[in-house]
């Protein structure tokens, strides 16, 4: 059990700025502490420092945290909520900013998606807040934090700091990277808010430490956290009881072959329920691709290959349903969606088992480093009175639903609705181009008395974009039917309250 921390920093003088700090740190900290101030006039890099510090100060019961003497701790009792943390966790290394993926390039901060944790920072004149992710109800897994805050657990870190980088740069990457690589857990929290007194400016000489890193480390990078999906079962079904469904299973598809290929064959080897066809939409592939159609689909009796000169989710998706489709249930899917278990029976059990009060059914679907992409959609109003869609649980790694439960809405990129319902609610909008069809037509459905379910039983892969035109003005073709969707979600339905806002306006 860590009862103590030791709170190191390196300065170049020993004067009363210094002094002032030391008191930051203990009107704040909270815990029993020791604050071990190094006057080093640039004769030793802060690795050397560090390790010093971790040679010379080691005890049982002790934490170390290393942090720059140009911040403010805004978080009252910040001590305590960390020992807290490495007392009731198996984390050994914690930090208040970080990333899940380090590049080809070494610079943490890179790929935008992957960064987490808040920091305040000023340059005298203004403050402004850093927002690397929202904040977090748990310590997020990466692959290295910001060194202005690092939090090590003495005892189970492999590595100390590597004393090869030196001066005062990139001492913090390669620590963390070398004890990544050796098993160590390094995590971002934003319970411990900080104000930082710099602008984060980097140099020439940061710039030879992050080249000497990507020469040591070439043949690790890129360097991304993968995890392993937590509280995956596999539930057997009885598919003899379904023999009533026939299920049409829709595809809108060009130029990608084989991330469409793998789709369809994880819905072969996967799917334990046969009652189904499968119906290509292609929306104006080449000719080698079509060939591809005919080698490998063209003589199975389970598929249908439909053929566009255009693209409109909607359109194409409603096309498909009057005119090809044969099936009493539907399910639209994304051609770049890979079944993890036996998705398709799984919902389809769940339908049959709850009746005609079923809207849509949706699943659980994960990024390919096995992080939550979608387990539902929230609707709702943001502080300036916009509204915003988007999945729940995004990026989540654990602590997430498995169940199966009413929710607003799912993803048009794996959602089943019967063919009743889907004509019922009016299809999809053909006004959308990429975007909202699939929304409105789970709130067209809520407007008609059904409801909604997410299987988070039922688990499968979305390589999302991949598959997606990227077009900066797709919302421009929204025009008067984003404002319809303020409307579905205006409701005095009490049994709702907790899924979305009543939007007034």
């Not at 007392?87 to 943490?108: E, L, Q, R, Y």
């Amino acid at each position: 059990m860590k009862n103590f921390i030791n709170v190191v920093y390196s300065t170049h003088l020993d004067d009363d700025y210094n002094n002032k700090f030391d008191l930051i740190i203990s009107n704040s900290i909270g815990v029993k502490h020791k604050i071990i101030r190094y006057i080093n006039k640039n004769t030793h890099s802060l690795a050397e420092v560090y390790n010093k510090a971790l040679n010379e100060h080691n005890k049982k019961d002790s934490i170390f945290v290393f942090v720059h003497n140009d911040i403010i701790f805004k978080t009252k009792n910040w001590g305590r909520i960390l020992l807290n943390k490495f007392n009731n966790s198996d984390f050994d290394i914690i930090g208040v900013a970080g990333t899940k993926k380090i590049g080809n390039d070494g610079i943490w901060w890179t790929d935008k998606l992957k960064l987490y944790g808040i920091v305040e920072h000023t340059d005298g004149y203004k403050d402004w807040k850093t927002t690397f992710s929202d904040s977090l109800n748990r310590i997020e897994e990466v692959v290295a934090i910001d060194g202005v805050f690092m939090a090590v657990n003495p005892d189970t870190i492999i590595n100390k700091f590597d004393e090869s980088f030196k001066g005062f740069h990139f001492y913090d990457i390669p620590f963390c990277v070398e004890n990544y690589l050796d098993g160590c857990n390094i995590g971002v929290t934003t319970d411990i808010r900080i104000l930082h007194k710099s602008v984060g400016m980097v140099n020439d000489k940061w710039d030879l430490n992050r080249i000497q890193f990507i020469e040591k480390y070439k043949n690790e990078l890129p360097l991304e956290v993968n995890y392993e999906i937590k509280d995956l079962n596999y539930p057997k079904i009885n598919v003899d009881k379904l023999d009533k469904y026939n299920l049409s299973i829709i595809i809108p598809t060009k130029n990608n072959f084989t991330v469409l290929n793998n789709c369809i064959q994880s819905i072969l080897t996967k799917t334990s329920f046969k009652n189904y066809e499968i119906i290509i939409a292609d929306t104006g592939s080449d000719d080698e691709t079509k060939r591809k159609y005919k080698d490998i689909y063209i003589f199975h009796d389970k598929f249908k290959i439909v053929y566009y000169n255009y693209y409109n989710f909607s359109k194409i998706n409603n096309d498909v349903v009057k005119n090809h489709a044969t099936g009493n249930m539907l399910l639209f899917i994304n051609d770049d969606v890979e079944l993890i278990n036996d998705a398709i029976s799984i919902m389809l059990n769940h339908y049959h088992n709850m009746g005609n009060v079923v809207g849509t059914i949706g699943c659980r679907l994960h990024y390919y480093d096995n992080s939550i992409q979608h387990n539902g959609i929230i609707i709702g109003l943001n502080s300036e009175k916009k509204m915003v869609v988007t999945h729940r649980n995004l990026n989540q790694i654990d602590r997430y639903p498995t169940n199966f439960r009413e929710v607003i809405a799912s993803t048009g990129a794996f959602l089943m609705v019967s063919l009743d319902r889907f004509k019922e609610a009016g299809m999809f909008n053909e006004n959308y181009i990429e975007c909202f069809e699939d929304v409105e037509l789970n709130l067209q459905l809520i407007k008609l008395k059904y409801n909604n379910y997410i299987a988070s039983d039922a688990v499968a892969y979305h390589y999302e974009s991949l598959s997606r035109r990227k077009n900066e003005n797709m919302n421009e073709n929204v025009g008067i039917d984003y404002k319809k969707l303020l409307n579905f979600v205006k409701t005095d339905d009490s049994s709702r309250k907790n899924q979305t806002l009543k939007i007034e306006y």
